[in-house]
């Protein structure tokens, strides 16, 4: 029998905001185990947590940024469950009245649009964390109360989803929502953006909802399409021995590349759901939603699209250069002074992306201007220098902060165009190279590259290799 497998998606976004949701203590990452803690978030008796305007605010952005509606009426609800890293023994949510409903995210796959819907998204605050002894005969754990507060938005989304990839491409776009309007910086290793997915199967056709398995503890893009695709696996090998699947959480271990049982998975009584009696409730206005909607920017899928058409880009090209607020507007800036898409984006996707990931920056913090690249480009566009030394005239500028030109000047690093001086070298590669010259003459014409490579050696890349090659051919 053929099977279909039906996906939604609990994200949670951690807001990047300098307090946390209900008490001044920082939200700073990496700080000292219970350094960031409180009366309020530590759950003492007696105390009062206040709503951090900041986070009903990024929660407005982000809702309207998902192409929700946002509730003029919302309020916070407890949720009961007891672990050791949530100190009340409850958590602020939403349950009923959440601020955002009905949503929706485009992915694009393999060419073919699809809206995946969202049902709800909900501000909380997050538990603590467990640390476990990492010496195997010292059965500890250790209890950090710094993350307990920190203000989340959990974005649910329908089970619009069927295969893994569509879960890739959600969670891509919902990252690149969140940076682009600036409410997180949804780094998945410091747990800001967090996954666990609802996975269930039936038979292709059939329209009821088969029982689901929901999946945690996924802390890359790519774990969650394995362990989406382990578990439609093992689910189909569950109802094919003639067993049913049953209801439950299960813990994602990349190491081993499968999911264990971790507890039968709970209904919303189960956790006993009452209104939190120590908070007012949400009201918003319609002018003030509109408010913060004039705040957001233009978002990444609409960046992506003008740049397809505006521009004349490839898909690969649109969807790199939109996928950073920061490196969209970088394109831009240079684009009004050299007027060459498909160069700059060459160039950004290229030579400055590997320095990038080199260094390990971002490119908010290269010390390189959209005028010293667009000047880099010019200079290289007009035959002033080659792209080979324009890649190290960029690092250069970028190390040492002086412009291009500058330093083609200072560097004597004009590429070399005089015909009678190219002729002389070129005839001392063909004498020096004869094997490759017989290769040429054979038929292999891709050695061409080769000797003009030879060429490029020998003026220490100042060689104009288009000059080289009309050379070459007029010799051969």
């Given at each position: 029998?053929?099977y279909?497998a039906v996906?939604?998606?609990?994200?949670?976004?951690?807001?990047?905001?300098k307090?946390?949701?209900?008490?001044?203590?920082?939200?700073?990452f990496?700080?000292s185990?219970?350094s960031?803690?409180?009366?309020i978030?530590?759950?003492?008796p007696?105390v009062?947590?206040?709503?951090n305007?900041?986070?009903?605010?990024?929660?407005?952005?982000?809702?309207?940024?998902?192409?929700g509606?946002?509730?003029?009426?919302s309020?916070f609800d407890?949720?009961?469950y007891?672990?050791?890293?949530l100190?009340k023994?409850?958590?602020i949510?939403?349950?009923n009245?959440?601020?955002?409903?009905?949503?929706?995210?485009?992915i694009?796959?393999?060419?073919?649009?699809k809206?995946i819907q969202?049902h709800?998204?909900?501000?909380?605050?997050?538990?603590g964390k467990?640390?476990?002894?990492?010496?195997?005969?010292v059965k500890?754990?250790?209890v950090?109360?710094?993350r307990?507060?920190v203000?989340l938005l959990?974005i649910v989304?329908?089970p619009?989803?069927?295969t893994?990839?569509?879960?890739?491409?959600?969670?891509v776009?919902?990252?690149?929502?969140m940076k682009?309007?600036?409410?997180?910086?949804?780094?998945m290793?410091?747990?800001?953006?967090?996954?666990?997915?609802?996975?269930s199967i039936?038979?292709k056709?059939?329209?009821?909802?088969?029982?689901?398995?929901?999946?945690k503890?996924?802390n890359?893009?790519?774990?969650?399409?394995?362990?989406?695709?382990?578990?439609?696996?093992r689910?189909?090998?569950?109802i094919?021995?003639?067993?049913?699947?049953?209801?439950?959480?299960r813990l994602?271990?990349?190491d081993?590349?499968?999911?264990?049982?971790?507890?039968?998975?709970?209904?919303s009584n189960?956790?006993?759901?009452?209104?939190e009696p120590d908070?007012v409730p949400i009201?918003?206005s319609e002018?003030?939603?509109?408010?913060m909607?004039?705040?957001?920017?233009?978002l990444p899928?609409?960046v992506?699209?003008?740049?397809?058409?505006?521009?004349k880009?490839t898909?690969?090209?649109a969807n790199?250069?939109?996928?950073?607020?920061?490196?969209?507007?970088?394109?831009e800036?240079t684009?009004?002074l050299f007027?060459?898409?498909?160069i700059?984006?060459?160039w950004?996707?290229?030579?400055v992306?590997?320095?990038i990931?080199?260094?390990n920056?971002?490119?908010?913090?290269?010390?390189?201007?959209?005028?010293f690249?667009a000047?880099?480009?010019?200079?290289?566009?007009s035959?002033?220098?080659?792209g080979?030394?324009?890649?190290?005239?960029?690092i250069?500028?970028?190390?040492?902060?002086?412009?291009p030109?500058?330093?083609?000047e200072?560097?004597?690093?004009?590429?070399?165009?005089?015909?009678d001086?190219?002729?002389?070298?070129?005839?001392?590669?063909?004498?020096?190279?004869?094997?490759?010259?017989?290769?040429?003459?054979n038929?292999k014409i891709?050695v061409?590259g080769h000797?003009?490579?030879l060429?490029?050696?020998?003026t220490?890349?100042?060689a104009n290799?288009?000059?080289c090659?009309?050379?070459?051919l007029k010799?051969?």
């Amino acid at each position: 029998m053929e099977y279909e497998a039906v996906i939604g998606l609990e994200v949670h976004v951690e807001l990047n905001t300098k307090t946390k949701i209900f008490c001044n203590c920082s939200t700073e990452f990496g700080q000292s185990p219970n350094s960031n803690v409180c009366p309020i978030c530590s759950g003492m008796p007696g105390v009062l947590p206040v709503l951090n305007q900041e986070v009903l605010n990024k929660a407005i952005l982000a809702g309207l940024a998902l192409n929700g509606h946002i509730s003029t009426f919302s309020r916070f609800d407890r949720k009961q469950y007891f672990y050791p890293d949530l100190p009340k023994g409850y958590q602020i949510s939403q349950l009923n009245f959440p601020i955002m409903e009905k949503g929706h995210v485009v992915i694009v796959d393999d060419g073919i649009e699809k809206n995946i819907q969202i049902h709800h998204m909900h501000m909380e605050e997050d538990a603590g964390k467990l640390i476990h002894s990492e010496d195997s005969s010292v059965k500890e754990s250790y209890v950090d109360l710094n993350r307990a507060g920190v203000p989340l938005l959990e974005i649910v989304s329908e089970p619009d989803m069927h295969t893994s990839k569509e879960a890739f491409l959600y969670l891509v776009e919902i990252k690149k929502i969140m940076k682009y309007i600036g409410v997180s910086d949804v780094n998945m290793e410091e747990g800001s953006l967090r996954c666990d997915a609802n996975i269930s199967i039936r038979p292709k056709g059939e329209t009821k909802l088969g029982t689901k398995a929901e999946v945690k503890n996924m802390n890359s893009f790519r774990n969650v399409e394995r362990a989406i695709d382990y578990e439609i696996k093992r689910q189909k090998r569950v109802i094919e021995a003639g067993d049913k699947v049953i209801q439950e959480t299960r813990l994602w271990n990349p190491d081993e590349n499968k999911s264990y049982s971790m507890r039968n998975k709970e209904e919303s009584n189960d956790y006993r759901y009452f209104p939190e009696p120590d908070l007012v409730p949400i009201e918003l206005s319609e002018n003030e939603i509109e408010a913060m909607r004039a705040r957001l920017p233009e978002l990444p899928y609409s960046v992506k699209k003008r740049f397809l058409n505006d521009y004349k880009l490839t898909e690969d090209e649109a969807n790199f250069l939109s996928a950073e607020k920061s490196m969209a507007n970088f394109f831009e800036q240079t684009l009004n002074l050299f007027p060459e898409p498909k160069i700059i984006s060459n160039w950004l996707s290229g030579a400055v992306t590997e320095y990038i990931n080199d260094k390990n920056i971002s490119i908010e913090n290269l010390n390189l201007s959209p005028e010293f690249l667009a000047e880099l480009l010019e200079l290289i566009k007009s035959d002033v220098i080659s792209g080979t030394i324009g890649k190290k005239v960029l690092i250069t500028s970028i190390e040492s902060g002086q412009s291009p030109k500058n330093i083609v000047e200072s560097q004597g690093l004009k590429q070399v165009s005089n015909t009678d001086e190219l002729e002389k070298i070129v005839d001392e590669v063909l004498s020096e190279n004869q094997d490759i010259v017989e290769k040429y003459r054979n038929g292999k014409i891709g050695v061409l590259g080769h000797l003009v490579g030879l060429v490029m050696r020998k003026t220490k890349g100042k060689a104009n290799p288009k000059l080289c090659n009309e050379i070459f051919l007029k010799k051969l």
